[in-house]
């Protein structure tokens, strides 16, 4: 593929999945994307500090107080000791926080869906076969 052509695809790539991913997003909004990504980074990573957090979402400590205050405000994390840091503690998901991500989860996966459904099968046979190279664009992000 020539330079002019791969540039041509990272640009329509780029847009593509931008606004695709703005459209859903704001049908979904029920919680905002900091706070959305924090809740999936605790469901991956378990139970973690503050500190632990604030790296994994490349924010500073203060920005991630305010966001688990939010979230604890909400009930959807729940704190406890650090067993190994008494002065620490530990965020974890509750069971709201579970089914919040779970709600937001169906509820794009719907949108998509719908959307899918508009597109011929062979541009969804075109999608699924795509699959592969977009997953491989996404995951080395913190296997690093």
Known sequence: MAAATDTELATRLRLAVSRLHRRIRLVTNDV?????????????YGPLRLGELAQREAVTAPTMTRVLAALDERAL???SPDPDDARSVRVALSEAG????EHVRSRRTALLDARLARLTVRQREDLFAAL???EALVTEEFDR
Do not use: G, N
Request: proline share 13%; aromatic share 0%; glycine share 0%.
């Open 132 to 134: 592969p190279a977009l």
């Open 32 to 44: 905002p994307p900091l706070q959305l990504s924090t809740l999936v980074s605790i469901e991956q």
């Open 98 to 101: 579970r089914e919040a991500l």
């Open 77 to 79: 994390i729940v704190r």
